[in-house]
């Protein structure tokens, strides 16, 4: 598969600050790619690199094959990034400023179709026409989202598009976003809504601290990290030798790890030598949720 993004070597430092500790990553091409990690673990400032807006204290990035740095007009013309925050420009309708970002990037009339597009697939077609600054909150998310777009990027980076944002929206967005995956559009997402990762992403990187702890397809994290769980409700002392298996244990409620499924027997008949009541069993799928908290940490971030 060829390479959207190409990560090498990267560090960034912010005085005697070592936000990026050496990052090496590729991301194909057509790939949708969870970028996970704790607060200030090191995702935004991915970002800022990869679209230029940072310089690295070492290492390259290519987009599309083209160096963010050496190549910028080229790599940045391939990557569309929906900022996290709520900046825009209060003179323009959304589709006057999605024409005016588009013409930054070369494009001209020719692009209209694709901007009407996106207008429709982010469901703003009947607020085509208002001024940014008249939208409302969610509006204004979903304009910000068509601005990344405006150019046709094949990569487009999704920083957290959905904090905050209604379920509406994010219904809307990831239909629209999981069409772009299937046109070729490489898709990169930041976010700490777990599930939204497991559902929609073939890959996931976890950063922490500045580097990149666990780089794998969402399916073999959540295959190799306890395949279940299994919850009790007991009444009494649990033994000994089934402690190393336990994941939470809150009042009479238990949750252990499995490995396998043939556990769940091996726990019961413990529990029933130790003269342990089980009051209640429920066995449940591991999330990945629970690999990310596994993995990082409630607590990875820098201080
Ligand atoms: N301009 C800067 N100057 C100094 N430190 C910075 C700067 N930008 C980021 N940092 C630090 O670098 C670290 C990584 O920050 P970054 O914003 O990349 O994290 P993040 O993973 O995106 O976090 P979040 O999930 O909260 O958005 C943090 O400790 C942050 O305080």
């Not at 989202?145 to 509406?168: F, S, Y």
């Not at 089934?242 to 556990?263: C, R, S, W």
């Amino acid at each position: 598969m060829a390479a959207a993004v190409e990560i090498q070597g990267i560090t960034k430092h912010f005085g005697a600050f070592e936000a990026l500790r050496g990052i090496d990553l590729t991301i194909g091409q057509g790939e949708f790619f969870a970028l996970l990690g704790p607060n200030g673990a090191g995702k935004s400032t991915l970002i800022n690199l990869m679209s230029g807006l940072l310089r690295p204290t070492s290492g390259h990035i290519r987009i599309m094959g083209h160096d963010v740095q050496s190549d910028y007009q080229q790599a940045r013309m391939a990557l569309g990034v929906v900022p996290q925050e709520l900046v825009f420009d209060p003179f323009f309708n959304v589709r006057e400023m999605m024409r005016f970002q588009a013409g930054y990037f070369g494009c001209g009339p020719e692009n209209d179709g694709w901007i009407d597009e996106v207008i429709t697939g982010l469901g703003l077609a009947d607020k085509a026409h208002t001024n940014m600054r008249q939208l409302s909150g969610g509006m204004k998310r979903r304009a910000l989202i068509a601005q990344a777009l405006a150019h046709r990027p094949p990569v487009i980076v999704l920083d957290e598009p959905t904090a905050g944002v209604d379920v509406e929206l994010r219904q809307m967005l990831w239909v629209f976003i999981q069409k772009l995956n299937r046109q070729g559009h490489t898709i990169i997402l930041t976010t700490h809504y777990l599930e939204e990762a497991e559902t929609l992403c073939q890959r996931v990187a976890m950063l922490k601290q500045g580097r990149v702890v666990t780089l794998d397809t969402t399916q073999q994290l959540l295959r190799s990290h306890a395949a279940k769980q299994l919850s009790l409700r007991v009444e009494g002392v649990v033994p000994a030798h089934l402690q190393t298996m336990i994941k939470q244990q809150q009042g009479d409620e238990v949750i252990f790890n499995l490995a396998d499924i043939g556990q769940v027997e091996i726990i019961l008949s413990a529990l029933r030598q130790a003269q342990v009541a089980v009051l209640d069993i429920q066995l449940q799928e591991v999330d990945l949720e629970d690999v990310f908290l596994n993995l990082v940490g409630s607590q990875g971030g820098q201080a």
